[in-house]
């Protein structure tokens, strides 16, 4: 089992955005996989602040690291080796700054994420995922991330890789929808069909959110979910247009951010942190709020 010394555990923020605002090139297909073939001391730094800052817990930099993003300019045979990479500079980061803390590892939807029409058929989802999640273990990570699931095929098939792969290990969060009833994916599914394959998980979460969104969909997953399950938390703070690029938003500065971190522990989270547009100031404050 993943553990942990205390009741909330604090992770990091984006990786991606955080990349893009210190004029690191995160250009699509790529994203911020191109950190590792252009900047891999940036992302290490990267890691390095958020543990600064108080996180727990840190997400390798391979959203985009699985085969099929790489192959579409040319590097699919380096999937496992840029994985491996990834790993390393977040062992790095966290054997200097804090040797404690967890090294999770960043299982992503394998096209977009904001366009779940994209994704693969749910045998594809299975065998791709499998690799990712292979590459990640092999090269050391404390256990899984699976992260921004928004359809039912796709997250079903990355659950049942994990509970095979890394059982006990794993942390599914998906992306909902927002301006309508909590608890319907991105593509339109009840997230109540999905549940039942991830209550083998350690933790079930939503991310990729609008922050200020996120605490309806933590009130009816603490509902829907076993008691022993833990619920995690990490919203954005912006938008990304059709291109792909992010928009920051002012409107949700740290102090403000770290508001709707309490809202959603006292919904029921107890994994805490940030996605895209959120920076290591985001999760000092958080850090000051939450052990102040």
Known sequence: MIDTD?????????????????????TLPLWSARALLEAPEVIEQIHADYLEAGAQAIVTNTFRTHRRSLDKEG??????????????LAR????????????????????????PELSPTEAQCRAEHAETMHNLLD????????????TRHESQAAAESARHLAPGKWVMSFCTKVGGPPGVLLHGAPL?????VVEEAWAVGINCVLASAITPEI???????PEGVRIAAYGNCGHADETGTWHQSDAIA????????????????????????TTPETIRAVTRALTA
């Open 75 to 88: 590097h699919g045979e380096r999937a496992a080796d840029l994985t491996r990479l990834a790993v390393e």
């Open 219 to 225: 009130e009816l997953l603490r509902t829907l979910l």
């Open 139 to 150: 090269a050391g990570v404390d256990g899984l991330l699976i992260e921004t699931m928004n």
């Open 254 to 277: 740290p102090d403000r951010y770290a508001e709707y971190a309490r809202e959603w522990i006292d919904a029921g989270a107890t994994i805490i942190g940030g996605c895209c547009g």
């Open 192 to 196: 109540l069909d999905v549940l039942p």
């Open 92 to 115: 790095s980061a966290r054997d200097r700054v804090k040797p404690k803390a967890l090294i999770l590892g960043s299982v992503a939807p394998l096209e977009d994420c904001y366009r």
């Open 6 to 26: 205390g009741d909330i555990l604090i992770l990091d923020g984006a990786t991606g955005t955080e990349l893009d605002r210190r004029g690191v090139s995160v």
